[in-house]
C-alpha cells in the first residue's frame, strides 16, 4: 500500500475520525477518499496539503504523496537483486580482495558528493565483478570476503537509489544486503540495513516502524559504529512522536557511544559515523523539539564542516537540510525573508536525498503555511518546492 494512504488512515483514526466525518471538514467525496487510503488513487496538491492540514500531521503527508508520485514508475526489483541473487549460488573466489576492499570504500567516500544515478551504475558495474570473481575456485575465508564487499555495494546501491526516489528497488536492495550480513556473519553490514530500515521509515512517517528498526539494529550490531546512527535515527523517530525527552536522552546516549569510538579513518566515507555526522543528527532532533537555539547552532556548524578551504560544498545532502532548519529557526524567530532565503537555497543543490529533502522541507513549508500564509515570499518558497517535487 502507498505511504501517503498508509499515513492518511493512521492520523484519521487517531483523531477518531470516520472517513464521512473528514470529508465533511474537507470537504470532499467520502468514496474518493476511501480509496486514497486504500491506494487506489493518488491525491492531487490541493487536497493533499488540506488534508494535511486537517489531520495535522505538519507536511508529512505532503512528502508522502511527492514520495509515492516518485515510486509510481519503480514497480521492479533492480538489477542490483538480480546479481545478488546469482550471486549466492556461486562458489567462487578472486585474488584481488584487498583491491577489491579499497574500491568500495572510495565509492563509499563519494556518496555525499557524487550524482546519483552516476555513483549508482558504477556500484553495480562493480557488483558484476564481484559476481565474475566469485565463479573462481576459492576458499571460505576469500568466499566471505567477497560476500563482504558485495554486502557493502548493496548497501551503497541501495542508499542512492532510495535518493532517487526508486523506493521499490531500494527496499529489494537493502534486504539483499541485509541477507548478505547475515550470511557473512558481518554485523556492522547487518546493522547498517536495519538502518536503511529505520530511515526509509522515518521519510515515509511511519515512525513507530522507525523506532522498532532502529532498536533492532542496535541489538544486531552491539558495539559496531553503526549503532550510533542507529540511536540518532531512533532519536529523530522519538522527536516525530513527540516524545522529546526520550529523543534528547537518546541523543546523550549516542554522544557518549560515539566519544567512547573514538574518530574513524575515513569520516568521509558514507558509512561510519563521526563528530560532524552527529551534529547533523541532533540539529533535526533539536529543531522538531523547537530548541531554536541548540538547531541553528547545529545547522551553522553543519555548514560550515560541510565547506572546504576552497569553499566548495562538500556535504550538499547535509547542508540543504541544514539550510531548511535555519529557515524554520529564523521563522519562529519573526524573520520571514530570511527563513525564505535559507529555504529557497537549500533546493539549489544537484546531489539531494529526495525522501529525506521533502520531509524537513515538508515541516518548513507547514510552518511558513501557519504563521504567513498570504506573504509572497511564502508562496515563492513554495514555488522552489513544487519544483523539486
Known sequence: MPTFGTRMRTAREARGLSLAALAELLPADKGHLSRLENGRRRPGEDLTRRIDEVLGTRGELIACAALDAAAAADT??????????????????PATIETLHATVTELSCQYGWRDAAELRAEGQGWLREVVRL????????????????????????????????????????RTAARQLGDEADHADITGWAWEMTAWFALTQSRHEAALTAARAGQEAAGRQRVGVQLIA??????????????????????????????APDRPDNHFEVDPGKWLFYAMDAYRLAEHDVLAEHYANEVLRLGTGPDGVDRSPMRTAEARLTLAVTAL??????????????????????????????????????????????????????????
Request: hydrophobic letters at 40%.
Open 332 to 389: 519562529r524567530a519573526g524573520e520571514l525573508d530570511r527563513a525564505v532565503e535559507q529555504g529557497v537555497a537549500a533546493f539549489t543543490a544537484t546531489r539531494r536525498s529526495l525522501p529525506s529533502l521533502l520531509l524537513v522541507a515538508g515541516e518548513a513549508d507547514v510552518e511558513l503555511q501557519r504563521r504567513h500564509p498570504r506573504e509572497h515570499a511564502t508562496a515563492e518558497f513554495r514555488d522552489a518546492l513544487k519544483a523539486v517535487r
Open 76 to 93: 521492479r526489483p533492480s538489477e542490483t537483486v538480480e546479481l545478488l541473487r546469482r550471486m549466492h549460488a556461486s562458489d567462487t573466489a
Open 134 to 173: 566469485l565463479q573462481r575456485p576459492t576458499g571460505l575465508r576469500q568466499h566471505r570476503e567477497l560476500l563482504v564487499c558485495a554486502g557493502w555495494l548493496a548497501l551503497l546501491i541501495g542508499c542512492v537509489e532510495y535518493d532517487l526516489g526508486m523506493r521499490v528497488s531500494a527496499a529489494a536492495t
Open 233 to 262: 535515527q531512533e532519536a529523530k523517530a522519538l522527536a516525530r512522536l513527540g516524545d522529546l525527552h526520550g529523543a534528547r536522552t537518546a541523543l546523550d546516549r549516542g554522544r557518549q557511544f560515539l566519544d567512547d569510538l573514538g
